[in-house]
């Protein structure tokens, strides 16, 4: 049922990969930028940062494969 309404607001499988390789990409922006900006913070936190950020890749492989997997039904 999602994956149909995400589907028919337009969101093709393309759509997520390209999400994936971006949240991939902004988890390692994320990770400089904290260790840069919060140097008194230490490593801990920018790996909070970019494991935060990066624990959204899998989500969005997971939703490009329903996506193919819907769109191969069609």
């Known amino acids: 049922m999602i994956v149909k309404k995400l589907h028919d ?3 093709r499988s393309e ?6 390789f971006a949240s991939i990409g902004l988890s390692m922006i994320t990770w ?3 260790m840069k900006v919060e140097k008194n913070q230490g490593v801990e936190r920018a790996d909070r940062w970019g494991i935060y950020v990066g624990e959204w890749a899998p989500t969005f492989f997971g939703l490009g494969l329903a996506l193919a997997n819907y769109e191969k039904n069609l």
Request: net charge neutral; charged share 0%; hydrophobic share 40%.
């Open 32 to 34: 400089a930028t904290s």
């Open 9 to 11: 607001s337009g969101i």
């Open 15 to 20: 759509h997520a990969y390209t999400a994936v």
